[in-house]
T-cell receptor, first 116, second 114 residues
Framework: GAGVSQSPRYKVTKRGQDVALRCDPI?????LYWYRQALGQGPEFLTY????????KSGLPNDRFSAERPEGSISTLTIQRTEQRDSAMYRC??????????????FGPGTRLTVT | GESVGLHLPTLSVQEGDNSIINCAYS??????FIWYKQESGKGPQFIID?????DKRQGQRVTVLLNKTVKHLSLQIAATQPGDSAVYFC?????????????FGKGTLLTVNP
């Protein structure tokens, strides 16, 4: 079946511009996560949704970063006034649910963001 | 695709040999551990997991060992194949804190020579 998809796969933007990164989770997956992965490092947690509710945004670096999942399916991570330090791979993951137990997170291919 | 192998510990083995990849985790409260495989241009893929009440768990060609005393995890791959070439990450969860927040360790680049 279809896995997690993300778009665009590559995004180059100029410093100061806003960008929106999209994640389409596996159908039926209730929980959705955003991670950021620097080259050579493991993914770092940014935020988590259960259905449409953002349950945890403790990993968002600052208030230029925001995420939404208005209908409990597709999610958008928005970075306002991008800076060069925002350049990274942004990964989305989804899982069936999280209450009561850990459920395997399936990762998408990521969006490579480059801020020039 | 992008390379995820820069500046990583590396392990180079011959096809057919066994591989052992090590990981030190940081949180003594972590009670669930997962090994992920990440191929170039792809997202991390689940390999095997282990709970803290276990010392060893075996899968198909893979075994995970957990030593809670020294906070050490290892992944053993038997009869390594060229398709095993990838970056391997361990990840931990403290389910008493949150049962979803994966904390990844440093990756190891495994290269299998034919």
């Amino acid at each position: 079946g279809a896995g997690v998809s993300q778009s665009p796969r590559y995004k180059v933007t100029k410093r100061g511009q806003d960008v929106a990164l999209r994640c389409d989770p596996i159908s039926g997956h209730v929980s959705l996560y955003w991670y950021r992965q620097a080259l050579g490092q493991g993914p770092e947690f940014l935020t988590y949704f259960n259905y449409e509710a953002q349950q945890d945004k403790s990993g968002l670096p600052n208030d230029r970063f925001s995420a939404e999942r208005p209908e409990g399916s597709i999610s958008t991570l928005t970075i306002q006034r991008t800076e060069q330090r925002d350049s990274a791979m942004y990964r989305c993951a989804s899982s069936l649910r999280t209450q009561g137990a850990y459920y395997e997170q399936y990762f998408g291919p990521g969006t490579r963001l480059t801020v020039t | 695709g992008e390379s995820v192998g820069l500046h990583l510990p590396t392990l180079s083995v011959q096809e057919g040999d066994n591989s052992i990849i090590n990981c030190a985790y940081s949180n003594s409260a972590s009670d669930y551990f997962i090994w992920y495989k990440q191929e170039s241009g792809k997202g991390p893929q689940f390999i095997i997991d282990i709970r803290s009440n276990m010392d060893k768990r075996q899968g198909q060609r893979v075994t995970v060992l957990l030593n809670k005393t020294v906070k050490h995890l290892s992944l053993q791959i038997a009869a390594t194949q060229p398709g095993d070439s990838a970056v391997y990450f361990c990840a931990e969860i403290d389910s008493g804190g949150s049962n979803y927040k994966l904390t990844f360790g440093k990756g190891t680049l495994l290269t299998v020579n034919p």
